[in-house]
Nanobody, 123 residues
């Protein structure tokens, strides 16, 4: 059974940092892209960032560029480092896995989703 399990969410003040983790299991993800989406209350789910397991290349949304970064341990866990957080970053953050390589997750080609983890940034 494939699972993506997020952790690391919580409450932080504006300007602070959080690191989210996504542990993947149940199949081999070496050819996949992994990434993060977020969904704020009343808004559509939006792409944040993705990484290629195989080459380590990344693609990131302009709204978080320079503040967020994705990395992996090259085995089964991806991380989302979030710095200089703003209240508008408040959302449920979802881990995602897509089979078509880097760039595909941004386009919505997601095969597996995590259950989501809440990030709340207070002003």
């Amino acid at each position: 059974q494939v699972q993506l399990v997020e952790s690391g969410g919580g409450l932080v003040q504006a300007g602070g940092s959080l690191r989210l983790s996504c542990a993947a299991s149940g199949r081999t993800f070496s050819s996949y892209a992994m990434g993060w989406f977020r969904q704020a209350p009343g808004k559509e789910r939006e792409f944040v960032v993705e990484i290629s397991w195989s080459g380590g290349g990344t693609s990131i949304a302009d709204t978080v560029k320079g503040r967020f970064a994705i990395s992996s341990n090259a085995k089964n866990t991806v991380y989302l480092q979030m710095n200089s957080l703003k209240p508008e970053d408040t959302a449920v953050y979802y881990c995602a896995a897509g089979p078509y390589g880097l760039g595909s997750i941004r386009l919505g080609h997601v095969e597996y989703w995590g259950q989501g983890t809440q990030v709340t940034v207070s002003s």
